[in-house]
């Protein structure tokens, strides 16, 4: 009995550390119990009657004998309902300072991979962040393993594996940086003269909403050139660091410049973009600008039809019916000599994104 119920409680100890989810020990309790007690009623009658020959001797044995038959049935009923899970917790337990031993040598094989590479990649930002990483994984696996934590162990043992590969394949990226740099460098020259050439169109672009459309439909626009021109700048000086970093053998912190020299041109661009965009549209609704308001008066008429298809007009139909006052008055914009037309698409832009939600919790009420 004791021995059935030794690789039974190991077996509901080990699940209860690695897969805590699949823990058993209430199930576990009641035939321990049974272990206990009968351990007790065979030692007492051991401790009383040992060498006895009486039918009050007797009796306390035939009982203990019992107890413990009935304990050790109970051992094995209890590991034949959940013998996967227990075995497979044993052998995982029992494999842990193997996994762990593991991942430590394949940090050492990553690690003494560095040694062995060319003493300019040492250097490198990834190398030297990919090498403090292994270093930190080991010391989270030797922890864990010295507070006997096997669910942390094996998590940090997976840790410790992740980060030597990561170490590898920093190694393996290491002499490719320089011509990647070299690339890059040459790419983002010629973006950068593009978008030089592209701010061009800002100014007179600028100048064109001015002219010919109300002052508040550019107003929004009115830093853009500015703006565009210190993103320009700051692009160039990144260009500038990432040449000298890439001439003094540091191909990654070029690419780090030259990383933030593209996020600056992506802004250029956007800023120049802002504004020859504006003068595109605006001249859209000049020339039809009812079209917006047609499509936006279409989306109001379905949304009510759907309110009244789904018996939804009690609760949605005034709602609906006060987005039809909203865009008469959003109309009101196109007047004088020169009609807010930034103002007039906005609002209706706005009615337009209040009536799709609408929609959307109409479908949804109605599921």
Known sequence: MDKRQSIASTGVDAIKALTPDRDVSSAWAGAQKKCFDAGAAYLAAMDQFDGVATPAAQAAFDNATRALGEASRAVDAFYEAHRTDLEQARAMLAATPRLAQDAKALAQKAQMAVADADEKYIGYPSIRAAWSSVDAAVAALDAAMASQNALGARAAASDVRDAASALEAAIDAAPAREREARSALASVRTRLEAVRTRSERLAPAFSTLLREFNVASSADLSGNEKASDRHIEQAAEDMSAARAAADSGNP???????????????????????????VDLLRAVKANPREKEQAVRFKLRDAQQLALNRGLVAEWGSVLDAQLARIERASTALTGTHPDYWSYLQDLDSISGFIAGVIDRMRASAR
């Open 252 to 278: 990654e912190q070029a690419l780090d410049y030259i990383t933030q020299a593209r996020a600056h041109l992506s802004d250029a661009e956007e800023l120049v973009d802002a504004v020859t965009d504006r």
